[in-house]
């Protein structure tokens, strides 16, 4: 089956932790997203990366990084930094080139302990 | 202003009624469209995709654009209650730029 894993579904972060959240893929997709999505405010660009061993600061990036080591894998981190780190993050990887469509993963509910 | 605008409802319709669903955007640089079905507590899925402006259809749904007042419909016929979801507009252009409505929830009701 292909497709995009997000693991866990659910996270909980402690005050001062960094947690991680995985994104794997099998699609062979070069370019893959992480996004935030809070109630009413849809769907904001974390970090994207275009291809291995690089990556760019999405709209709300701060408190929050990323590793692209391989083709298949973008873990997020989100770091103590995040001061508000409750909402749930969307993984995505997107087929050919630029404007083409986005396939997203199941998602990664996170909240404060 | 937001990128893209969109309703986020709620609303509620009876079950075989006629949904419109409605974004606009404010980039004339944007040239993709699509919308997705996001059902609770789940990642959102691609209903449909556009190119530029025009009409799309696929079963009961059907996408236009209207790329001179930037505007983008989705319209549900014969609505279902398999239909509730929220439904994410989205745009982008030839970059890393795609841009997301903030999702009407819509309930069918039977």
């Known amino acids: 089956d292909g497709g995009i894993t997000q693991s866990p579904k659910y996270l909980f972060r402690k005050e001062g932790q960094n947690v991680t959240l995985s994104c794997e893929q099998n699609?062979?997709?070069?370019?893959m997203y992480w996004y935030r999505q809070d109630p009413g405010q849809g769907l904001r660009l974390i970090y994207y990366?275009?291809?291995?061993?690089?990556?760019q600061k999405g709209d709300i990036a701060e408190g929050y990084s990323v590793s692209r080591e391989k083709k298949e894998s973008f873990p997020l981190t989100v770091t103590s930094a995040q001061k508000n780190p409750t909402a749930f993050y969307l993984c995505?990887?997107?087929?050919?080139?630029?404007?083409?469509?986005?396939?997203f993963g199941a998602g990664t509910r996170l909240s404060v302990l | 202003q937001k990128e893209v605008e969109q309703d986020p409802g709620p609303l509620s319709v009876p079950e075989g009624a006629i949904v419109s669903l409605n974004c606009t955007y404010s980039?004339?640089?944007?040239?993709?469209f699509m919308w997705y079905r996001q059902y609770s507590r789940k990642g959102p899925e691609l209903l449909m995709y556009?190119?530029?402006?025009g009409n799309k259809e696929d079963g009961r749904f059907t996408a236009q654009v209207d790329k001179s007042s930037k505007y983008i419909s989705l319209f549900i016929r014969d609505s279902q209650p398999s239909d509730s979801a929220t439904y994410l507009c989205?745009?982008?252009?030839?970059?890393?730029?795609?841009?997301f409505g903030a999702g009407t929830r819509l309930t069918v009701k039977p």
């Open positions: 989205a745009t982008s252009g030839n970059n890393n730029d795609m841009r």
């Open positions: 990366s275009q291809i291995v061993n690089d990556f």
């Open positions: 556009t190119y530029s402006s």
């Open positions: 699609l062979n997709h070069d370019a």
């Open positions: 995505a990887s997107r087929q050919g080139q630029a404007g083409g469509i986005q396939y």
């Open positions: 980039n004339s640089a944007f040239q993709y």
